[in-house]
């Protein structure tokens, strides 16, 4: 959906492990779109975006019936659902909260040249209820309480009162601009305590009273960098005290604004970090096991274990077995720049033997040359996209390679292994062993300069057209 977006407005789409990042600065307005999946079955959609006309969105329910909880924190939206005639507004400060039923609908129009910014929470009930961590079956079985009574043959909608404690929750969210490791906690800590006071307002149909630690905004702002801090020395020995002087507060203060902005003490918000510091190099390094154990901060392997399945429902070992598997679909997709005396008999001599190679590795995607660039996204089994990849970094008929996205996906976009051509004119033409199919990337080309042409921000925009396109052969 993030990619319709970006699609749709010509934006740039950042695309992170866990969070995606939409930057928007055209005709069509300012500002960003962020995606964080805080967990399988919990993710929030931030909007910190101005657009220059009204825009219109159309949300067909899935038929998971998932839960969407939402809060203001400036502007406005008017909403409808299918069977109803008139718009609603909701206004700034305000909290929502609608539960979806499968085959309906619900259209949302954010109004042009006003600073909206809002956050959604989404929540699919059946993937909680599979999860085996403590946290998400607890959030599954309260929402079911909470909405046992609601009507299951129509969408449920409720608007809330204005509530300042849930604003302070959405506020941090919102302001937030980093997608990476560090911006990502900051962020999970926010999202449970917005869903637990917009639960709480619920519950109770009443304002919820202001609340605010007793530090000021500057102070807050030095707690929120204390993961830049702590994954810089991930491996030593960190006490509160210490902490506390580095950030020049006293440890009283430390910990009134670590539970404020995380919903953590100050020690669990460091196991948290170590712990996702772990999954991360289990992801991108070699590292073994034991390692990572040690070099995140813990003498015991069998601590570590522990308080790995306790945040990720499984034991160190059985994750990097399920992401480490050969077997498993991976994505790489680069750009970079062809030397100055390639010919057209090296680019044919490209796609005949990437042909008879990729299809005896079962590897799918697509490669465009243009001008002097290369852009291309493999897929398959992730060691032979390794394997491909590390050649291709070798390879001599080209240089400057900039990774744009790599990591492992749900299902292929391409049924079949294609070379695009693109012509000047702007028509991307893709064969698919016999047969045509053709995108108009005229719009992101167009009569760019050499400079443009290379930068990463363009062809992250062709990707985004590409898997949002209907290229998967049938044939």
């Given at each position: 959906?993030?990619?319709?977006?970006?699609?749709?407005?010509?934006?740039?789409?950042?695309?992170?492990?866990?969070?995606?990042?939409?930057?928007?600065?055209?005709?069509?307005?300012?500002?960003?779109?962020?995606?964080?999946?805080?967990?399988?079955?919990?993710?929030?959609?931030?909007?910190?975006?101005?657009?220059?006309e009204k825009y219109h969105i159309n949300t067909e329910f899935a038929v998971e019936r998932p839960y969407y909880f939402g809060y203001h924190v400036s502007g406005f939206q008017q909403t409808k659902?299918?069977?109803?005639?008139?718009?609603?507004?909701?206004?700034?400060?305000?909290?929502?909260?609608?539960?979806?039923?499968?085959?309906?609908?619900?259209?949302?129009?954010?109004?042009?040249?006003?600073?909206?910014?809002?956050?959604?929470?989404?929540?699919?009930?059946?993937?909680?209820?599979?999860?085996?961590?403590?946290?998400?079956?607890?959030?599954?079985?309260?929402?079911?309480?909470?909405?046992?009574?609601?009507?299951?043959?129509?969408?449920?909608?409720?608007?809330?009162?204005?509530?300042?404690?849930?604003?302070?929750?959405?506020?941090?969210?919102?302001?937030?601009?980093?997608?990476?490791?560090?911006?990502?906690?900051?962020?999970?800590?926010?999202?449970?305590?917005?869903?637990?006071?917009?639960?709480?307002?619920?519950?109770?149909?009443?304002?919820?009273?202001?609340?605010?630690?007793?530090?000021?905004?500057?102070?807050?702002?030095?707690?929120?960098?204390?993961?830049?801090?702590?994954?810089?020395?991930?491996?030593?020995?960190?006490?509160?005290?210490?902490?506390?002087?580095?950030?020049?507060?006293?440890?009283?203060?430390?910990?009134?604004?670590?539970?404020?902005?995380?919903?953590?003490?100050?020690?669990?918000?460091?196991?948290?970090?170590?712990?996702?510091?772990?999954?991360?190099?289990?992801?991108?390094?070699?590292?073994?096991?034991?390692?990572?154990?040690?070099?995140?901060?813990?003498?015991?392997?069998?601590?570590?274990?522990?308080?790995?399945?306790?945040?990720?429902?499984?034991?160190?070992?059985?994750?990097?077995?399920?992401?480490?598997?050969?077997?498993?679909?991976?994505?790489?997709?680069?750009?970079?720049?062809?030397?100055?005396?390639?010919?057209?008999?090296?680019?044919?001599?490209?796609?005949?033997?990437?042909?008879?190679?990729?299809?005896?590795?079962?590897?799918?995607?697509?490669?465009?040359?243009?001008?002097?660039?290369?852009?291309?996204?493999?897929?398959?089994?992730?060691?032979?996209?390794?394997?491909?990849?590390?050649?291709?970094?070798?390879?001599?008929?080209?240089?400057?390679?900039?990774?744009?996205?790599?990591?492992?996906?749900?299902?292929?976009?391409?049924?079949?292994?294609?070379?695009?051509?693109?012509?000047?004119?702007?028509?991307?033409?893709?064969?698919?062993?016999?047969?045509?199919?053709?995108?108009?990337?005229?719009?992101?080309?167009?009569?760019?300069?050499?400079?443009?042409?290379?930068?990463?921000?363009?062809?992250?925009?062709?990707?985004?057209?590409?898997?949002?396109?209907?290229?998967?052969?049938?044939?």
């Amino acid at each position: 959906m993030l990619r319709q977006f970006a699609v749709d407005l010509n934006a740039d789409l950042i695309e992170d492990h866990g969070a995606s990042k939409l930057i928007l600065d055209n005709d069509r307005g300012t500002g960003r779109i962020s995606l964080y999946e805080v967990f399988p079955g919990l993710t929030a959609w931030v909007y910190n975006i101005k657009f220059s006309e009204k825009y219109h969105i159309n949300t067909e329910f899935a038929v998971e019936r998932p839960y969407y909880f939402g809060y203001h924190v400036s502007g406005f939206q008017q909403t409808k659902f299918s069977n109803e005639d008139e718009y609603r507004k909701i206004g700034e400060g305000q909290n929502f909260i609608v539960v979806s039923e499968p085959d309906n609908s619900s259209e949302f129009i954010i109004p042009s040249n006003i600073k909206y910014q809002c956050c959604y929470l989404i929540i699919n009930p059946n993937q909680l209820k599979d999860s085996p961590t403590k946290i998400k079956g607890q959030l599954e079985q309260n929402l079911s309480e909470i909405f046992a009574e609601v009507d299951t043959e129509e969408p449920y909608r409720y608007f809330g009162n204005i509530d300042l404690r849930t604003g302070l929750f959405a506020e941090i969210i919102v302001k937030n601009q980093r997608t990476d490791l560090v911006g990502r906690l900051l962020t999970e800590g926010a999202i449970l305590n917005m869903l637990a006071s917009q639960i709480e307002a619920h519950d109770h149909d009443m304002n919820t009273k202001s609340f605010q630690p007793e530090l000021s905004k500057s102070e807050l702002v030095k707690i929120s960098s204390i993961g830049d801090y702590l994954k810089e020395n991930i491996g030593g020995k960190v006490t509160i005290k210490n902490l506390a002087e580095h950030l020049g507060l006293s440890p009283k203060k430390l910990q009134s604004g670590v539970r404020f902005l995380y919903g953590y003490s100050v020690n669990q918000y460091l196991t948290n970090l170590r712990m996702e510091v772990a999954r991360e190099r289990i992801h991108t390094t070699d590292q073994s096991l034991s390692e990572i154990c040690y070099t995140v901060g813990f003498s015991s392997k069998s601590y570590f274990s522990k308080l790995f399945r306790e945040r990720f429902g499984m034991l160190p070992r059985d994750y990097k077995n399920s992401f480490k598997k050969d077997n498993l679909l991976f994505e790489v997709t680069y750009r970079s720049m062809a030397k100055a005396d390639i010919s057209n008999a090296d680019i044919e001599e490209i796609l005949r033997t990437s042909r008879v190679s990729n299809r005896a590795h079962n590897i799918t995607g697509s490669l465009i040359y243009h001008r002097k660039v290369f852009f291309q996204l493999i897929e398959g089994p992730k060691r032979e996209i390794l394997e491909l990849y590390d050649k291709i970094k070798n390879d001599s008929r080209h240089f400057d390679i900039a990774t744009m996205w790599q990591g492992a996906k749900p299902s292929r976009d391409f049924a079949d292994w294609s070379l695009a051509m693109l012509s000047d004119s702007g028509i991307l033409n893709i064969p698919h062993e016999g047969s045509t199919k053709n995108l108009n990337l005229g719009h992101l080309m167009g009569d760019i300069d050499d400079h443009s042409l290379v930068s990463q921000n363009l062809w992250r925009k062709v990707r985004n057209e590409i898997k949002t396109s209907s290229l998967v052969s049938t044939e």
